[in-house]
């Protein structure tokens, strides 16, 4: 089987065009959605994502903040600063670049957030909302985002089984969540690091969402069929060929299970472009839902 290559940044791309319209009639009513995005510390990979962040908000003529604080940042300094986002009417949406210094306690940290600005969908109120199929919630960035592509490419998931391998709160358990709402009708099994046979479990997938952090590890031994695999690792291995000294792979050893898949995402360019796009959309939202 060939398999169709899931093109996110082309479906990235139409979300961007469709929040245009949304932006300009908030604008010819006085308002312009504002993203205020928070990184403690310098991490190189982290310090990338957030300029992607504040660039995407220039791009579609959004206001943003980039707030970059020292390592040495308390989790009071953090929380002050939060509060003071909450309190600033241009700031629709707040985020905090995961992860933090390990001196930070980021679950303490996102309670301060104010739900209706928690544009990443950490906040247990938002957490609950995706649970209870409440729409003014807001839902993680990178499982949004694998819905848009799974809808953009008319892929079914009524009645199907899909497996999602990983149980985290920022990919494996919103998405379960997303997949077995009742506008999705999935069948949804999330497996883990215990969980038992994990590649005969998968080849009873019609839907693989592959959220691990582990390289490459899902194979052709672990698809069935005809199956549709989300990607949504980001990780860099060694490659001395390449001048970085390292390449970035995904969750899924792509070569070995693309002759089995109908559709499949590739790394990079599968579900990486959406999630920023996501984050947008919600910023957008945000702002929709605070000025009425
Ligand atoms: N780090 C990796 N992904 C994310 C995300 O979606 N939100 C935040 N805040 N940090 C991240």
Redesign the pocket.
Known sequence: MTPVLIDGKHVAACVREKLLAEIAELKSRGHVPGLAVVLVGNDPA?QV?VGSKVKACAELGLYSQKWELPAETTQEELVDLIHKLNADDRIHGI?????PPSHIDEEAVVLNIAPEKDV?G?HPVNVAKLVLEDATGFV???PLGCMELLKAYGIETAGKHAVVIGRSM?VGKPMANLLVAKNANATVTIAHSRTKNLPELCRTADIIVAAVGRPEMVNAEYVKEGAVVLDVGINRIEDASRPRGYRIVGDVDFDSVKDKCSFITPVPGGVGPM?IAM?MANTVKACRQQVG
């Not at 985020?95 to 992860?99: E, M, Y």
């Open positions: 982290s994502y985020l905090v670049q995961s992860p990443d950490f993680p960035c990178t920022i999630t984050l």
